[in-house]
Nanobody, 121 residues
Framework: QVQLVESGGGLVQAGGSLRLSCAAS????????VGWYRQAPGKQRELVAN???????NYADSVKGRFTISRDNAKNTVYLQMINLKPEDTAVYYC???????????????WGQGTQVTVSS
């Protein structure tokens, strides 16, 4: 009923930038909150950044000052702008959203399938 699709990942050299997108689709859908997570090989999935419907944001210490999360409510899309990428940023990046949908405004928590980000040195 509700789907999240990430895009924008790829291979980039250290110091480069990427912009990830997370597009939500569904009937009468609105996004209440979104978190970007990442998981590197052999590591636990970690929260990178999140944003709630009133606009408050939060960032992991490892990415603060380099990553920016934003949203376009009209497009039901959330972005993660990443600059000055480091090899340590290499991971699969996932978006996770709490959404309201349908006439009854039901709430669901939804994960995307992930997009690979690889940063070479």
């Amino acid at each position: 009923q509700v789907q999240l699709v990430e895009s924008g990942g790829g291979l980039v050299q250290a110091g480069g930038s990427l912009r990830l997108s997370c597009a939500a689709s569904g009937s009468m859908l609105s996004i209440n909150a979104v978190g970007w997570y990442r998981q590197a090989p052999g590591k636990q999935r970690e929260l990178v950044a999140n944003i709630i419907n009133v606009g408050s944001t939060n960032y992991a210490d490892s990415v603060k000052g380099r990553f920016t999360i934003s949203r376009d409510n009209a497009k039901n899309t959330v972005y993660l702008q990443m600059i000055n990428l480091k090899p340590e940023d290499t991971a699969v990046y996932y978006c996770n959203a709490e959404v309201s949908y349908g006439f009854s405004r039901r709430v669901a928590n939804v994960w995307g399938q992930g997009t690979q980000v690889t940063v070479s040195s």
